[in-house]
């Protein structure tokens, strides 16, 4: 919901960075690798009940991800870069109700509820981007990516202000994740509204 109205703020410094990193010879996969490692230890962290570890790592993955694009428009972006970049965002996102599921029994039935949640709202995500790239349709609503963004309620930002507020407040942590696979669930109506009115 917030992802595209953020790009504008956000993707100048990091394009800036990711210019100077490219000229190093950083490369974009170098990156989403590294950032992938810091958030499976951040679900880590959680899972051994080391919050502010995990919320540190959670926030590091996040700057990772914004400058792995960066660096592969400096680049010239890949298709196998944005394979990985997704794949990667998908682990990340998954492991960190999984480290809570971990962390306690009582969370064992929110975490599965929320991962389940992400599965569909990612399968409605990427059938929606084949499907548009199968029809010739583009976007740059979020900047530019290797395939169709599609846009909804529950996308990158809202989940990450959902991590953080997990790893602030762990006793909600059922309640947090509750009402966040209901506004995936949302998500998922809503994009397959947007799939009958365009698609059709």
């Known amino acids: 919901m917030f992802d595209a109205k953020l790009r504008p703020l956000i993707d100048p ?3 800036r960075i990711g210019r100077a990193l490219a000229a190093r010879g950083v490369t974009a996969n170098t990156l989403t690798f590294v950032g992938l490692a810091v958030g499976l230890g ?8 080391a919050f502010w570890t995990g919320l540190a790592l ?11 694009g960066a660096v592969a428009r400096a680049n010239e972006p890949t298709d196998l870069g944005g394979y990985f970049d997704i794949v990667a965002d998908f682990a990340f996102y998954v492991s960190i ?8 029994a009582s969370n064992t039935l929110p975490a599965m509820v929320l991962i389940a949640s992400f599965v ?3 399968v409605s995500f990427l059938a929606f981007a084949t499907i548009a790239a199968n029809r010739g ?3 740059q609503a979020h900047g530019t990516k290797s395939f169709f963004y599609s846009t909804g309620l529950a996308e990158g930002a809202e ?10 407040f762990p006793a909600w942590f059922g309640v947090i994740a509750y009402t966040y696979a209901g506004l995936c669930a949302l998500t998922v109506v809503q ?5 009958v009115s365009q698609f059709k």
């Open 13 to 15: 410094p990091l394009n």
């Open 42 to 49: 951040g679900a880590v962290a959680i899972g051994f009940g």
């Open 58 to 68: 959670i926030l590091g993955n996040r700057v990772l991800d914004g400058l792995d």
């Open 97 to 104: 109700p999984l480290g809570f599921g971990v962390l306690a």
């Open 120 to 122: 569909l709202t990612g």
């Open 137 to 139: 349709e583009e976007t």
């Open 159 to 168: 989940t990450i202000v959902v991590f953080v507020a997990m790893c602030l």
């Open 191 to 195: 994009r397959s509204a947007l799939a």
